[in-house]
Structures are given as structure tokens and as C-alpha cells.
């Protein structure tokens, strides 16, 4: 039997009287990728400064590596790498500067670092960048930077807190390669992101948080299976409204957001039929996702914090 | 208050020091030999231009006092007021920056390195910058003549505690600023006020009684105390005294910043 790397049990956190993280339990298993998901204040960051032991919990308990935390942090974070929401990359360093001083915070010999630099510089494909001062990078550089410090010291979990918002597609895509590749290699990670193609690509398991509570867990598949119809047919235009309600016998479950009404259901044929004719509206055909589970599962309404 | 388990360690520990923290001290040194060369001209510039100007300057006006010519007098006791000034500033806005807008703080806390590494790592570096300083300062007065006793190596030892002291007071008000306005604060009412008390420019016997009883119990008037008569090529009559102030507002400062950094990251 083999024991997961990182396990949370019960754990609530509080500050002051609000609830951030509340009866939270998890575990990761070894080249495993966990996604939690969940809207901004949904106690994702905080549940990750608990696992570093950069906050206490209030209650329940968490183990790194068989260790207790926050009790042994410090030898548990010898085999994590963490990549934070924001970068903190140092600014009076170089890229490969930035990498080999990291190493020294986590007691590596020189020679191991000497040998991992230029490998990770490769890995963040920033070989031609290893002069240049994080000021002088691109967002995505920067993150493929902040990727490439967490792997230093060759960790076996990777906490990666939202590591692709404010990229571009293609630097989102070039991260998305680099992070497969990681656990092609057998590193578990633990991923928040609000990209729901992100979790659904990586994540073999995802974890819906909301209001620090887990609502739901399961594959990506398996959630949209447990929770939504097959079909989604999103219907927009100035007819939309009036189409919703014409039509709303058709689907299983009808849903306004906007301009935009979206009708959930397993037989499209009969509502795709009935708006072939209505020249009012466009609409969209599409297989339910992961998106359409977050939004069910967390509501529409945006979050005062967000 | 809540549950004593999401207390990490208590704020009041005693501090929990590892070889962590020496990694610490060298990515600021690897930082500092960067700019180390303007960084050493502004140290041997500075001092030399103010002991030049107002040493010979003011000094041929004045004469001698406490039986020694201006220019003595003013760089024996400029040069600790150099220890405290470096190891403030730095210890103030450059750590400030580190912990609060660089985030310098918050990327080395992710790798197996502890807050209590990092306050000591950034106490003792400020102080090794302090020195730096003041060696450059005890060159320049070699240099012009003012001293040449072999004794006023023993003064670096003195400058480097001082640096100590004023790193972990510097530490203390860093540890509870909100922004770098803060830190003019305790330049103006706390910084500039003892350098005028501890006769560092002027016997403090030309001030009221109350004060020199205010000022006998300073850091600076201690630092200056006991550098003085050492970079001059004598030894200091009390060294006790001095000494023991000085080590005590270095341990009184260091724990406090201590508790209040830890505060301000785990509060």
C-alpha cells in the first residue's frame, strides 16, 4: 500500500471569524496531478500556505511525505517545489543566477547545482535568456522561470499555485507541454487554476472548492458524467430570450446568463431542429465541460472579492 | 485567539537559529559585489569630503577640544555614527524590500529555510555592511594622517556590534512598517536626534543636565564611547559600561524584531 505524499484531514482554517478552508480533507498520491478548482476566496492559496506551513491550521491535520506539518515542514519542503500565484523571482539576478541561488536555500551541493542549471534553463526553454534579468523576461518567460527554480532541487511533489493566469495561449500552451512533461517523469503536482480546459487537461483528479468547503471530486470525465446532461446548445441573439422560453420543454434544465441562455440536455436534436428556422437567434452546439460543472456546481454570480 | 495548534511556534520563542540562514547572507553579498564598486567609491568619498570640509573647515575655527584638534574629534566619532547609519538603511528600506515588495522573503520561505533564519540572516548582513563602511571610513583616516595607531583596528570589532545593535533596532521598525514613509520617521525623531546627543560633533557636557543623563544611556553615545579612544590609539577608561549598553539593545531590539516579523507573517 503505498502512502500518498501530501494528505490533508479535516482541516479548517479560519481568520477571525470567517471560515477560509473549512473540514477540507485530501491526498496525492505519487505522479499523480490534483487540480482544485474553485472561484477566487474559495480557500485554494491559503490551503497551500497551511501544506508550506506558512499559516497554521485551527483544526485537523496534514502530512508531507509521512511528516507532520507545520512540525516538520522544513524537511518535508527538501522534496517540494512550489511556483506561487505571483512571481518572486529576484530581480538583481540573472535566470541562471536566480536558479543556482535558490539551490543554496535548500543546501545543495555546488556541483549538483552547477549540473541542474543549465538542464532547467533548457526545460524553460530560456537557454539564450540565462544572462537576462527577470525585468528583461515576458510573462510566460518568467513563469517557465519560476517552473524551472521549483524544480532545483529535483522535488517529487510540485505545488503550483495558478501557474498559467495572465499568459497568452501560446505561453500557456508551452506551459501546459512543460507540465505534462513533469508528470511524464513521475512528479506528482498540485495544481489550482481557474482554466477549466487546464484542469481538464492536466488533472487526473479534480477537486471543486467553494467557500473552503469540497463540493465535489472525481476525474474530469467522471464529474461532467455525475453532474450534467451530455449537451449543452447555447443560444445568443435578440430572439434569445423569447427562444428560452419557447423551447424550455426541450432540454432538461435552462439556464439565462447575460445575452446568452443555455440549455442542458442529452437530446439536442428536437431544440436544434426547432432553431433551424428562428432566424432571430445563433446558436452553439457543444459537448458539456468542465466549465458548465464549475458554473452549476459554484453559481454564476461573481464573488464580491473577485 | 484561536486553537494553540494553529500557533506555528509561539511568537515568544527563543530564536531557532539553523545553517539556513547562511544562504540567505550570501544571495545579498552576491547582490552587494554587484554594485560594489560605486557602493565602495560612496563609502571612501563620503567621509572623505565631510572630514575634509568640516574637519579642516569648521576645525580651524574651533580649535581643540577634549585636548584633541577637531578633525580627530570628528572622525572618531562620525565614523560609528557610519556604522549605524549603514546597518539602519539597510536593515530598513533595503530588507524592506526584500520582505515586503521583491517578496525576496516569501520565494526563500518556500525552500527549507525559516523566518527566524531569514530575520538573522538580514540582522548580521546589515552589520557586515556596516563594516564594510567603516573599514573603507578607517582607510581615509589613515589616509589624511588623522590616526595612524594600529589600535583603531581594534575599533572594527566595536563597529561591527554596533552594526548589530542598529541592524535589530532598524529590524524592529521594519518588522511594523506599512510602507517606506514610515521608515523617515524613525530617521528624523529617532536616528538624527541621538546622533546630536551622543557627542558625536560636540561634547554633550555644552547640553542641559537632563540630557546628558538621556544621552549616557543611548547606543550611539556607547558606540562612540568606546571607538573613540580606539581609533585614536588608546584605550577606553569604562569599556564595561558602553559594552553592556550596546549588547543589551542588540538583544533587546533582535528578539523584539524577531517576535514582530513573526507576527507580521503568522499573525
Same mark, same amino acid.
Given at each position: 500500500?503505498?502512502?500518498?505524499?501530501?494528505?490533508?484531514?479535516?482541516?479548517?482554517?479560519?481568520?477571525?471569524?470567517?471560515?477560509?478552508?473549512?473540514?477540507?480533507?485530501?491526498?496525492?498520491?505519487?505522479?499523480?496531478?490534483?487540480?482544485?478548482?474553485?472561484?477566487?476566496?474559495?480557500?485554494?492559496?491559503?490551503?497551500?500556505?497551511?501544506?508550506?506551513?506558512?499559516?497554521?491550521?485551527?483544526?485537523?491535520?496534514?502530512?508531507?511525505?509521512?511528516?507532520?506539518?507545520?512540525?516538520?515542514?522544513?524537511?518535508?519542503? *527538501?522534496?517540494?517545489?512550489?511556483?506561487?500565484?505571483?512571481?518572486?523571482?529576484?530581480?538583481?539576478?540573472?535566470?541562471?543566477?536566480?536558479?543556482?541561488?535558490?539551490?543554496?536555500?535548500?543546501?545543495?551541493?555546488?556541483?549538483?547545482?552547477?549540473?541542474?542549471?543549465?538542464?532547467?534553463?533548457?526545460?524553460?526553454?530560456?537557454?539564450?535568456?540565462?544572462?537576462? *534579468?527577470?525585468?528583461?523576461?515576458?510573462?510566460?518567460?518568467?513563469?517557465?522561470?519560476?517552473?524551472?527554480?521549483?524544480?532545483?532541487?529535483?522535488?517529487?511533489?510540485?505545488?503550483?499555485?495558478?501557474?498559467?493566469?495572465?499568459?497568452?495561449?501560446?505561453?500557456?500552451?508551452?506551459?501546459?507541454?512543460?507540465?505534462?512533461?513533469?508528470?511524464?517523469?513521475?512528479?506528482?503536482?498540485?495544481?489550482?487554476?481557474?482554466?477549466?480546459?487546464?484542469?481538464?487537461?492536466?488533472?487526473?483528479?479534480?477537486?471543486?472548492?467553494?467557500?473552503?468547503?469540497?463540493?465535489?471530486?472525481?476525474?474530469?470525465?467522471?464529474? %461532467?458524467?455525475?453532474?450534467?446532461?451530455?449537451?449543452?446548445?447555447?443560444?445568443?441573439?435578440?430572439?434569445?430570450?423569447?427562444?428560452?422560453?419557447?423551447?424550455?420543454?426541450?432540454?432538461?434544465?435552462?439556464?439565462?446568463?447575460?445575452?446568452?441562455?443555455?440549455?442542458?440536455?442529452?437530446?439536442?436534436?428536437?431544440?436544434?431542429?426547432?432553431?433551424?428556422?428562428?432566424?432571430?437567434?445563433?446558436?452553439?452546439?457543444?459537448?458539456?465541460?468542465?466549465?458548465?460543472?464549475?458554473?452549476?456546481?459554484?453559481?454564476?454570480?461573481?464573488?464580491?472579492?473577485? | 485567539?484561536?486553537?494553540?495548534?494553529?500557533?506555528?511556534?509561539?511568537?515568544?520563542?527563543?530564536?531557532?537559529?539553523?545553517?539556513?540562514?547562511?544562504?540567505?547572507?550570501?544571495?545579498?553579498?552576491?547582490?552587494?559585489?554587484?554594485?560594489?564598486?560605486?557602493?565602495?567609491?560612496?563609502?571612501?568619498?563620503?567621509?572623505? %569630503?565631510?572630514?575634509?570640509?568640516?574637519?579642516?573647515?569648521?576645525?580651524?575655527?574651533?580649535?581643540?577640544?577634549?585636548?584633541?584638534?577637531?578633525?580627530?574629534?570628528?572622525?572618531?566619532?562620525?565614523?560609528?555614527?557610519?556604522?549605524?547609519?549603514?546597518?539602519?538603511?539597510?536593515?530598513?528600506?533595503?530588507?524592506?524590500?526584500?520582505?515586503?515588495?521583491?517578496?525576496?522573503?516569501?520565494?526563500?520561505?518556500?525552500?527549507?529555510?525559516?523566518?527566524?533564519?531569514?530575520?538573522?540572516?538580514?540582522?548580521?548582513?546589515?552589520?557586515?555592511?556596516?563594516?564594510?563602511?567603516?573599514?573603507?571610513?578607517?582607510?581615509?583616516?589613515?589616509?589624511?594622517?588623522?590616526?595612524?595607531?594600529?589600535?583603531?583596528?581594534?575599533?572594527?570589532?566595536?563597529?561591527?556590534?554596533?552594526?548589530?545593535?542598529?541592524?535589530?533596532?532598524?529590524?524592529?521598525?521594519?518588522?511594523?512598517? *506599512?510602507?517606506?514613509?514610515?521608515?523617515?520617521?524613525?530617521?528624523?525623531?529617532?536616528?538624527?536626534?541621538?546622533?546630536?546627543?551622543?557627542?558625536?560633533?560636540?561634547?554633550?557636557?555644552?547640553?542641559?543636565?537632563?540630557?546628558?543623563?538621556?544621552?549616557?544611556?543611548?547606543?550611539?553615545?556607547?558606540?562612540?564611547?568606546?571607538?573613540?579612544?580606539?581609533?585614536?590609539?588608546?584605550?577606553?577608561?569604562?569599556?564595561?559600561?558602553?559594552?553592556?549598553?550596546?549588547? !543589551?539593545? !542588540?538583544?533587546?531590539?533582535?528578539?523584539?524584531?524577531?517576535?514582530?516579523?513573526?507576527?507580521?507573517?503568522?499573525?
Amino acid at each position: 500500500m503505498l502512502a500518498p505524499l501530501l494528505r490533508i484531514a479535516h482541516l479548517t482554517k479560519k481568520f477571525g471569524n470567517s471560515t477560509v478552508v473549512d473540514d477540507l480533507s485530501l491526498e496525492i498520491m505519487a505522479g499523480e496531478c490534483l487540480g482544485v478548482i474553485g472561484p477566487n476566496g474559495a480557500g485554494k492559496t491559503t490551503t497551500i500556505r497551511v501544506c508550506l506551513g506558512l499559516t497554521g491550521p485551527d483544526a485537523g491535520e496534514i502530512e508531507a511525505f509521512g511528516l507532520p506539518v507545520p512540525a516538520q515542514v522544513r524537511e518535508a519542503k *527538501k522534496r517540494i517545489g512550489v511556483v506561487t500565484q505571483f512571481d518572486s523571482l529576484d530581480p538583481d539576478f540573472n535566470c541562471a543566477e536566480n536558479l543556482r541561488v535558490y539551490g543554496a536555500y535548500f543546501g545543495l551541493p555546488r556541483a549538483t547545482i552547477e549540473a541542474r542549471v543549465p538542464k532547467l534553463l533548457e526545460f524553460a526553454a530560456l537557454q539564450s535568456k540565462a544572462g537576462a *534579468k527577470p525585468g528583461e523576461l515576458s510573462g510566460g518567460m518568467k513563469r517557465r522561470l519560476s517552473l524551472g527554480r521549483a524544480l532545483i532541487n529535483d522535488p517529487d511533489l510540485l505545488i503550483l499555485d495558478e501557474p498559467t493566469t495572465g499568459l497568452d495561449p501560446q505561453a500557456r500552451h508551452l506551459m501546459w507541454e512543460r507540465l505534462q512533461n513533469l508528470l511524464h517523469q513521475g512528479k506528482a503536482i498540485l495544481l489550482t487554476t481557474h482554466f477549466m480546459d487546464e484542469a481538464e487537461r492536466l488533472c487526473d483528479r479534480l477537486i471543486v472548492l467553494d467557500h473552503g468547503r469540497k463540493i465535489a471530486e472525481g476525474t474530469p470525465r467522471g464529474l %461532467i458524467a455525475a453532474h450534467l446532461e451530455t449537451d449543452v446548445v447555447e443560444v445568443y441573439g435578440e430572439g434569445a430570450a423569447a427562444a428560452g422560453r419557447a423551447h424550455v420543454a426541450l432540454a432538461e434544465r435552462v439556464e439565462t446568463s447575460g445575452e446568452t441562455v443555455f440549455f442542458y440536455l442529452r437530446n439536442a436534436k428536437p431544440l436544434l431542429d426547432a432553431l433551424a428556422d428562428d432566424h432571430s437567434v445563433r446558436y452553439l452546439h457543444r459537448p458539456a465541460n468542465l466549465e458548465d460543472l464549475f458554473l452549476k456546481l459554484t453559481g454564476r454570480q461573481i464573488r464580491d472579492d473577485a | 485567539m484561536t486553537a494553540p495548534v494553529s500557533m506555528l511556534v509561539s511568537f515568544y520563542a527563543t530564536p531557532r537559529l539553523t545553517p539556513s540562514f547562511w544562504p540567505v547572507v550570501m544571495r545579498n553579498l552576491l547582490v552587494w559585489k554587484k554594485l560594489a564598486g560605486p557602493s565602495v567609491l560612496g563609502n571612501i568619498a563620503e567621509p572623505l %569630503i565631510t572630514l575634509v570640509a568640516f574637519g579642516y573647515g569648521v576645525g580651524s575655527l574651533i580649535g581643540q577640544i577634549d585636548g584633541m584638534p577637531y578633525i580627530q574629534y570628528l572622525a572618531s566619532g562620525s565614523i560609528a555614527v557610519s556604522a549605524a547609519l549603514a546597518a539602519t538603511f539597510e536593515a530598513l528600506y533595503s530588507a524592506y524590500s526584500r520582505m515586503a515588495v521583491q517578496k525576496t522573503w516569501d520565494s526563500i520561505l518556500n525552500a527549507p529555510v525559516a523566518l527566524d533564519d531569514i530575520v538573522f540572516a538580514e540582522m548580521l548582513w546589515a552589520a557586515i555592511k556596516a563594516l564594510f563602511s567603516c573599514a573603507a571610513i578607517l582607510v581615509v583616516i589613515f589616509l589624511l594622517g588623522i590616526s595612524r595607531a594600529p589600535m583603531m583596528l581594534l575599533a572594527l570589532p566595536v563597529l561591527g556590534l554596533a552594526g548589530v545593535t542598529f541592524a535589530s533596532l532598524g529590524l524592529v521598525f521594519n518588522a511594523v512598517a *506599512k510602507g517606506y514613509d514610515f521608515f523617515t520617521y524613525y530617521f528624523t525623531l529617532v536616528i538624527t536626534p541621538m546622533t546630536f546627543l551622543s557627542g558625536v560633533y560636540f561634547p554633550i557636557t555644552q547640553m542641559p543636565h537632563w540630557l546628558q543623563v538621556v544621552a549616557e544611556v543611548l547606543p550611539l553615545k556607547a558606540a562612540v564611547d568606546l571607538v573613540r579612544p580606539l581609533v585614536l590609539g588608546t584605550w577606553p577608561v569604562d569599556p564595561l559600561r558602553p559594552f553592556l549598553i550596546l549588547t !543589551a539593545y !542588540a538583544a533587546c531590539g533582535y528578539y523584539l524584531a524577531l517576535v514582530l516579523t513573526r507576527r507580521r507573517f503568522f499573525g
